[in-house]
């Protein structure tokens, strides 16, 4: 987990769960949870503890595709156009707004599930307040999920169009993820992240 000095300090957080709110009663949170995780699967992670990520079999049989950014971006972007970009994706053509829930295999409690904004302040609001875990973004019809691995990176899928659509040129693509890699291994260790792009190989976007 990425744990540098530039993540949001206690304050930061607490004003960004404001622009959430939860999505229902408990029961309707607990149904959108479950619908959320038929998309996933537990994995082990390189530190050898437990991490959720989409599945082969999901984006197999559903005929997604994958494009991994870095965490950093989505909570406190240095190129603004890659949230707003994202989020007008989202809103597009006006389907509720998306879901965004914790999805940590290691807390098994209920956890509140929360309606998303599609703006660049929703998005970076939930994924300023949920960076410390596993946690995910999706649609209610579950046409588009974003899955977040703890403060590091996060795999943006769906049909192509939509990951087309929804980055900026520059963050698609083989050169994108290579430079991802680069990022994340000068951080944690030489080959973190290779387990991760064996996983998504078959599904990502090579240009």
């Known amino acids: 987990m990425n744990t540098n000095g530039d993540d949001l300090p206690a304050i930061a957080l607490e004003q960004g769960l404001q622009n959430l709110r939860r999505a229902g009663s408990p029961t309707e949170q607990d149904a959108y949870q479950t619908r959320a995780r038929q998309m996933l699967e537990v994995y082990t992670t390189p530190a050898g503890t437990q991490g959720a ?48 829930a914790n999805v940590d295999p290691s807390d098994a409690k209920p956890t509140a599930v929360f309606r998303v904004p599609p703006t660049a302040t929703g998005l970076e609001a939930f994924f300023g307040t949920h960076f410390i875990g596993f946690h995910m973004l999706f649609a209610e019809d579950l046409s588009f999920a974003i899955v977040a691995n703890e403060g590091d990176f996060a795999a943006i899928a769906g049909p192509e169009e939509f990951v087309r659509n929804a980055l900026p040129p520059e963050y698609v693509g083989a050169v994108a993820t290579a430079k991802l890699k680069a990022e994340l291994e000068a951080e944690l260790d030489p080959g973190w992240f290779d387990g991760i792009l064996a996983h998504y190989a078959p599904f990502m976007l090579d240009a």
Do not use: K, Y
């Not at 999901?58 to 989505?74: A, E, F, Y």
């Open 53 to 100: 990520r989409l599945s082969n079999d999901w984006l197999g049989t559903h005929d997604w595709r994958v494009q991994l950014v870095h965490h950093m971006d989505l909570r406190q972007p240095i190129t603004p156009e890659l949230v707003s970009r994202l989020a007008e994706s989202m809103a597009q053509p006006g389907p509720p707004a998306p879901l965004g």
